[in-house]
Structure formats: structure tokens, C-alpha cells
């Protein structure tokens, strides 16, 4: 009877594997490399020219938003300079004609300012929503644009910040903030020509409502890197919470409820100091913005009494100068109540545009930040014109590879350790290959250079005369498709999941995928390929949801492919069944199966043998238990057998 599929040292090397590895939340489903490397954060000059550029993709609107608003401040102004000539009017004894008519007047314009107001209100928010729409669809796409790696390293925490609450951040500064802080300084240039126009000195004491802007400018100086600061935090503790959250057995199971705790209240801890910062610069901001509101309107009314009294200038235009300056306190009080949302908004933003300056390279370095970005993929420091693999033979040839160290809870460390070391392989077009080993001895590390994931910190991986890290995503995934014993199952219909892959697939096709892999329970489902599945719909156990991601690859059909314990999660009946349907469906492709079923590589026409970072043996699996080696230890411990019997 053959035991348990776990080769000699498996178990006990897996507890101090996942150990180490919890510490850089390398939990279920939220997994990253330990060369965490943030995204970048596009700096001011960029962010700057991505807002232009949005703007000149809508010109139209935003100029039509302009004369609106220009229009409506104008028509604002007549109120209370009829105002101030009815008072004079009604001081030098004038008829009720008069006054009735400039009544009349006042209200024309407030109603036209009404309605012009209203209407490029209207214009502001369809620009704000298209605007929007660009920003998201242009962040979609560079996040699918991304590698793999990049994703990994920088964590899904911060990608899914970025997409989420910082997008929505800039939508409601694009809707709502933008556009009632542009109306609000229109208003408020208008209104303080107007004082002028009244008097010059009038008009200075209400250039005193400008001193807020001092308190403004000490505000903007500092409130960009605070935002950023809040951000990023923010961003880490989601991460982090994500990581445990997904991983709530792995850490039960090892006692790590006291070590990620203790990381918990860090990431809250770095949360709670950033947003005191932020909270420490508006209790400065406001109250110095609430002062400059009184002591100008104040200052005007008294200097326009003393004027008065000598004659200078009449009641009319004191009462005016005054209407004007109380009428100026509400856009000023609009801008700087929403330069604060408009700070962190661009903060937001900047995080957003950012990801347009992340690394396409999988090379395992840190991304710059592009010049100028744009909705196309970052270009790659490699030839102007992509160069195609001339044929589909895979050559590794002196590869090394270290992560980098570090990790969620602790410093970097400052030398990364090689965990590969000098592997030489070349897998034949059509071979089957199996990659066996003890947990940690490379193979994972392996399979994912060979995918393209990852690039070799010496040495080279190439397909067909090409470096495999170097070519495109859309080239590269129909060389090269690694699946690994993680899975996901896509919100929507069996259908819907299948044509991720192929979107022209017909139900015929969709069902042979399935067949290949052994999924029959997919035609007694209720409603076949039609059934919903995820929550709110039918749920699929890890076996079968397995099974659907194999169906995709089937689809996708790759001339390489690389499974990374694909079937791991499978009993031995099906996972042995489901490994020979795929080998009939690929025949004639090449086959990587990294596995710890022996069966596997019983079935493989060479086995590759990894330890400690190094490929060990090579061969058939008849040659290597002839060899009485390593591998010859691992079969014989598969049977129930030592070595030596």
C-alpha cells in the first residue's frame, strides 16, 4: 500500500519553512516575496502634468466651465453695488421709482447668477465624472500592466489602497472639492476688484482677509509629505491585516498570535502618529482662517466711517465695500475649508498616477518614477523592437538568485542569501520535466524564472534564444504559464470564468477543458456552465475550484507550462487523474511539474532534483533509482522503504 506523499524531511522542514516566512505575510492568497519593494509615488512636477493632461483630454468642458463660472461671479457683483446706490438714493431724497426699478435690477441678476451658476455647476460635475472614469480606467490598466513580481513585492495592500480608497479620494476632489474651490476663487477675484474699484483704501483693509493665506502657504508646505505619510501607513496596515486575516490558521496552528499582534500595533501605532499630523496642521490652519474673516470686514467699517464723516467717500459705498467683503468670506471660506481635502486628494493622487511609474521589468530592483507617465505600459531598457523566441526550447544557464532580506515586522538585513546557486538546465520543446526536492531546497524559486516572474540576479533564463523576464506579458504568456496551489474563482458563471482565457471559447470547448481535467461535477451543476458561482452563488470546494483554474490553462493553451504542486490541494485519485488528462491535452507541449507526489515524476521523462539552492541530479526515473541517490532515497521512502532495502 503506498504511504503518504510527503518525502523524507518534508514535515519536518515545513514547520521552521512557514515560520520564517510568516513574518513577511506569506500567508494563504496574500503571499509575497520578501523583496518587498513599495510602488512608487509620482512627485509634484508629474503629478502636476497628469492633471493637465486630464484636463486637455476634456477641454471643451472645462473652458465652458470657466466662462460659466466667470459670469456667474460677474453677475454676483451687481447686488451690492445697486445696494450701496440704493442707500445714496434714499439719503439725497430720491422717488420710490427709483429704488423700486434697482430692486428689480438686483434681483435680474441674482436670478441670472442663479441659474448660470447652477448650470456650470452641472458642467463641473459631468467633467469631474469623466475625469474619474479616465483616472480609474487608466489605473486598471497599469495595474494589469504590472508583473506578477512587482505586485508581490510592493504587496496587495498598498495596490488595492491605491484602487480603492485613494481612487475615491480623487473622485470626490474631481466631483465635488475641484470644482466648488475654482467657482469659490473666481467669486472671490471679482469680489476683491470690486472693493478696489469702490476705493483703494477700502480695498486694502480687505486685502487683510489675504493674511490667511500665510497660514495657508505654512499649511501646503507641509501638508503634501504628512498626507503621503498617512497614506503609506494606511496602506501597510491594510496589507498587514489582509495577510493574518487570510492566514488566521497558519498563525493559530503556530503560535505566531502574540508575534502579529505585536506587528498589528505597530502598523496602528506608525497609523495613529501620521493622522496626528495631519489633525496638528488643520487645528493650525483654522483658527487663523476664522480670524482673517472678521478683522478685514471690521477694519472696512471702520475706516469706511471715518472716511464717511469727512466726506470722502458716501454711506452707499461703505455699505457696498462692506456687502462685498461679507460676500468674500464665503468662497474664502470654501477654498480653505476644501484646500485641506484637496491636500490629501492630491496625495491621493499622486500615490494613483504613481503606479504609472512602477516597474514592467521583473528584474527583482526597485521602480523609478517616469518623467511622464500615460496610460501605456513603462518601456522596458531593452531594444526598440521586440524580439520573438525563435523556437520553444528553455535554456537555464549559470543562475543565481536571492531574495532580498527583510520583512513586515523587522529590518532589512543587508546581504540578500542566494537560494539558487549556479543551476544549469535546458528542458527540450515537448519534454515533460519533474523538479523534486525537500521544502526549501529551490524549486518554487525555480519554476518562477522559468515563468518569466521573476529575473536571475546572474546567469539567464531564456525561451527560444530570449531572455524570458524580458519579454512582453502578452508575448510571454503564450510561451509560458505557470500555476501554482494557489487558485481564485472569478465573481460569475462557470462560463464567465472559463473565457477569462479564451473569450472566444464556445460551450463545447469550455466543456472539453473541463473533461481534460477531470471536472464531471461542472454538468450536474444547477445550471451547468450558467451556474454563479462565489458568494451569493454556488461555492466550490479547494479541489474543484483547482480543477476550474486548470481548465483555464488548457484554454490559454501555453506551450510551456509549469506546475508548482498545481495539484496539491487534490486527493492522489484525482490529482493522479487530472496530471494524465493534462498530459494527454498538452502532448507534443512542454511540462514543468514541480511536485512532492513521486508519481509525478515517475510519469516524467526526466527528473531534476534540487537541494539546498543546486540541481543535484538529472535523469530518468529509472536512472536515478539505479543511481541509488538522493532521489533514489526519496522513491524508496515513497514505498514504505529505506535506501538500503
Known amino acids: 500500500m503506498t504511504k503518504s506523499p510527503t518525502p523524507p524531511g518534508r514535515a519536518e522542514d515545513a514547520l521552521p519553512d512557514l515560520a520564517a516566512r510568516q513574518d513577511r505575510a506569506a500567508l494563504p492568497h496574500h503571499a509575497a516575496p520578501p523583496n518587498r519593494a513599495a510602488l512608487p509615488v509620482a512627485d509634484p512636477a508629474t503629478t502636476r502634468q497628469a492633471a493637465l493632461r486630464l484636463i486637455r483630454r476634456d477641454g471643451r468642458a472645462f473652458a465652458l466651465m470657466l466662462a460659466l463660472n466667470g459670469l456667474a461671479a460677474g453677475a454676483g457683483l451687481a447686488g451690492p453695488w445697486l445696494l450701496g446706490r440704493i442707500v445714496d438714493t434714499v439719503r439725497e431724497g430720491g422717488g420710490v421709482r427709483t ?16 441659474l448660470l451658476a447652477r448650470y456650470a455647476r452641472f458642467v463641473g460635475y459631468r467633467f469631474g465624472e469623466r475625469t474619474v472614469a479616465r483616472v480609474r480606467e487608466e489605473y486598471v490598466g497599469r495595474a494589469l500592466a504590472l508583473p506578477a513580481a512587482t505586485v508581490e513585492r510592493a504587496g496587495t495592500g498598498d495596490l488595492t489602497t491605491r484602487g480603492t480608497s485613494d481612487a475615491a479620494a480623487v473622485a470626490e476632489a474631481v466631483r465635488d472639492a475641484a470644482p466648488e474651490v ?10 476683491l476688484g470690486a472693493v478696489m474699484a469702490l476705493d483703494p483704501l477700502l480695498g486694502g ?21 504628512a498626507y503621503l505619510a498617512e497614506g503609506a501607513a494606511t496602506s501597510a496596515l491594510a496589507e498587514l491585516l489582509a495577510a493574518t486575516a487570510a492566514g488566521a490558521r497558519t498563525v493559530e496552528a503556530l503560535g505566531l498570535e502574540e508575534r502579529r499582534t505585536t506587528a498589528g500595533e505597530r502598523a496602528i501605532e506608525r497609523c495613529r502618529r501620521t ?47 462692506a456687502l462685498y467683503l461679507r460676500q468674500l468670506s464665503e468662497p474664502l471660506e470654501t477654498i480653505l475649508f476644501r484646500v485641506e481635502q484637496l491636500q490629501s486628494s492630491g496625495a491621493a493622487f499622486a500615490r494613483v498616477e504613481g503606479l504609472g511609474g512602477a516597474s514592467r521589468s521583473t528584474a527583482p530592483v526597485t521602480a523609478a518614477l517616469l518623467p511622464h507617465p500615460s496610460g501605456e505600459p513603462s518601456p522596458r531598457p531593452s531594444p526598440a523592437a521586440p524580439v520573438a523566441p525563435v523556437d520553444d526550447r528553455i535554456d537555464v544557464t549559470a543562475v543565481h538568485y536571492a531574495y532580498a532580506g527583510g520583512d513586515d515586522d523587522g529590518p532589512r538585513t543587508a546581504a540578500p542569501r542566494d537560494v ?82 479564451a473569450p472566444g471559447a464556445d460551450d463545447t470547448a469550455l466543456r472539453a477543458a473541463l473533461a481534460a481535467v477531470g471536472a464531471d461535477w461542472a454538468e450536474e451543476l444547477p445550471a451547468g456552465l450558467d451556474t454563479e458561482l462565489g458568494a451569493g ?36 485519485r484525482t490529482a493522479r487523474h487530472t496530471e ?17 507526489r513521486l508519481h509525478t515524476a515517475h510519469d516524467a521523462d526526466r527528473v531534476a532534483v534540487m537541494e539546498a539552492g543546486r540541481l543535484t541530479e538529472l535523469g530518468t526515473h529509472d536512472e536515478l533509482v539505479a543511481a541509488n541517490g538522493a532521489y533514489a532515497a526519496l522513491w524508496h521512502s515513497w514505498h514504505g522503504r529505506d535506501a538500503s532495502g
Open 182 to 191: 475654482f467657482i469659490a476663487t473666481v467669486q472671490a477675484l471679482f469680489l
Open 99 to 114: 429704488v423700486d426699478r434697482l430692486a428689480l435690477v438686483i434681483l435680474v441678476c441674482a436670478m441670472a447668477q442663479l
Open 580 to 596: 494524465r488528462a493534462l498530459a494527454a491535452v498538452l502532448k507534443g507541449r512542454t511540462v514543468i511539474a514541480i511536485a512532492h
Open 205 to 225: 483693509c480687505g486685502l487683510g482677509m489675504l493674511c490667511g493665506l500665510v497660514a495657508v502657504r505654512w499649511y501646503l508646505r507641509r501638508a503634501r509629505t
Open 537 to 572: 452563488g454556488h461555492r466550490l470546494d479547494g479541489a474543484r475550484s483547482q480543477q476550474l483554474a486548470l481548465a483555464r490553462v488548457v484554454l490559454a493553451d501555453p506551450h510551456t507550462l509549469v506546475l508548482d504542486e498545481a495539484t496539491a490541494l487534490l486527493d492522489p
Open 275 to 321: 493622522r496626528t499630523r495631519t489633525l496638528f496642521l488643520r487645528s493650525v490652519l483654522l483658527p487663523a482662517v476664522d480670524a482673517s474673516y472678521v478683522l478685514p470686514v471690521a477694519g472696512v467699517l471702520l475706516a469706511g466711517g471715518v472716511l464717511q464723516g469727512r466726506g470722502g467717500i458716501s454711506l452707499g459705498v461703505v455699505v457696498s465695500a
Open 420 to 501: 539558487l546557486h549556479g543551476v544549469d538546465l535546458t528542458v527540450r520543446p515537448g519534454e515533460r520535466l519533474a523538479v523534486v526536492g525537500p521544502s526549501g531546497a529551490g524549486k518554487s524559486t525555480l519554476g518562477r524564472l522559468l515563468a518569466g516572474i521573476d529575473a536571475p540576479r546572474s546567469g539567464s533564463v531564456t525561451v527560444g534564444g530570449v531572455p524570458v523576464a524580458a519579454l512582453e506579458p502578452e508575448v510571454l504568456r503564450r510561451q509560458v504559464v505557470l500555476v501554482t496551489q494557489e487558485h481564485h474563482v472569478f465573481l460569475g458563471t462557470v462560463r464567465d470564468n472559463l473565457r477569462i482565457a
